[in-house]
């Protein structure tokens, strides 16, 4: 069954949405956040609670949007959420105010510099409703408007903006020169899929990365000023498919996702405990997963996880068995047994009548003889004994 037709809720349909957004899933997440309206038409809760949601699903279709490089379609979503704002209810703190500033870079992408900067405004004004740090951020875009309108003219919009950049990173600029740079940091997270690495360094070029990805093992070096660093290096917690394991770039981070062999399996964490020593098994199965998709020449997979091949052991235990040479009672148990085994039906059925209805005194393999014999009428003690009942009487 598709995910989608598992939807029954719009909190749901939202909660799906986000989640294959976070997966870079983005047409779908478009379209399970449709979905989620589409059940908000025929609901019957609260109004501002239903607008909350709304809101929701419009601001993050527009991020879908924009991931796909859809900036119109974006703006519509982007306007739409904002004509839902509810008048009550339980927004997150800087949730409105996030809203009017991507659409306001939206519209500057479009060169709407007028809405762009009245966007940049309204974001502003909520910012400092709340207390938050961000209205100086918005303040510069407004500001960047303002220059673009006055000018009227893109390439000294160019020009301003390049100054705009580099006046404030001057003292920055000399601080990194004089200072040492340090280990970039990193933390992990995990979907069904997944296992992702984020890797806390923005404005990382792809030639900074160098990646290697094996089959139980990653290895992660980034140039940072000059100097290499070897950000994440070890054996995974478990196998990675090699093909599907992908560096992302972005402007504020690197993403490093491992494509997990066993999907639906949670790791505890990211790298085994297990010593690296003994890799050799590993760095084969590397080969076998990068190269052809060849199945003959995967690891034969043993039912246990030690070493020892118990098939083996067994066969060797029975063929002690049977060169070792049984004596006394043993010995008479032995041949018993490997008469009856040879013997046919007959032969076997009176050695079984024979010994157990005579209480283990006879065993005969005459069938005709035992067929019409009752022995426990007829029953002889052996040589030397005598029958008895358990009061001591005489049978």
Request: a negative charge; one cysteine or more.
């Amino acid at each position: 069954m598709d995910a989608a037709d598992q939807i029954q809720t719009p909190e749901l349909s939202l909660a799906l949405g986000d989640s294959l957004f976070v997966e870079e899933e983005y047409t779908e997440a478009l379209n399970t956040y449709a979905i989620g309206l589409t059940l908000l038409s025929s609901d019957n809760r609260g109004v501002d609670n239903s607008k909350i949601i709304q809101f929701r699903c419009h601001s993050h279709k527009a991020a879908a949007h924009l991931k796909l490089g859809q900036p119109n379609e974006a703006l519509e979503e982007f306007e739409a959420a904002l004509s839902l704002i509810p008048t009550e209810g339980s927004l997150r703190l800087g949730e409105t105010e996030r809203v009017y500033y991507q659409q306001g870079q939206v519209l500057m992408d479009l060169n709407r510099h007028e809405r762009a900067k009245d966007s940049f405004n309204k974001a502003k004004q909520l910012a400092e409703l709340n207390q938050r740090d961000t209205a100086e951020k918005y303040m510069l875009c407004s500001k960047k408007c303002s220059d673009v309108i006055d000018a009227g003219n893109k390439e000294d919009v160019l020009i301003v903006e390049e100054l705009d950049k580099k006046a404030p990173k001057i003292s920055d600029n000399i601080e990194e020169k004089k200072s040492v740079p340090t280990m970039p940091k990193y933390q992990y997270y995990q979907s069904d899929k997944f296992m992702t690495i984020s890797i806390l360094e923005s404005n990382v070029k792809p030639g900074q990365m160098n990646v290697t990805f094996r089959t139980k093992h990653l290895t992660v070096t980034m140039s940072k000023q000059g100097q290499d660093f070897t950000v994440v290096c070890g054996k995974l917690y478990d196998k990675v498919i090699v093909d599907r394991c992908k560096v992302v770039c972005k402007e504020d981070k690197v993403l490093v996702k491992l494509r997990k062999l066993e999907t639906n399996y949670e790791w505890q964490e990211l790298f085994s405990k297990k010593s690296l020593n003994g890799d050799s098994d590993d760095e084969m199965d590397d080969k076998t997963m990068s190269s052809s998709n060849n199945t003959n020449s995967a690891p034969k997979t043993r039912p246990y996880a030690s070493h020892r091949d118990w098939n083996a052991i067994e066969r060797d235990l029975k063929q002690k068995e049977k060169k070792e040479k049984p004596e006394g009672e043993q010995a008479m148990n032995a041949l018993f047994e490997q008469i009856y085994a040879s013997a046919d039906e007959d032969t076997k059925r009176a050695m079984i009548k024979s010994y157990q209805t005579s209480g283990g005194t006879v065993l005969s393999t005459n069938w005709d003889e035992v067929k019409g014999k009752d022995y426990e009428k007829e029953r002889e003690a052996p040589k030397g004994m005598e029958w008895k009942t358990w009061e001591g009487d005489k049978a």
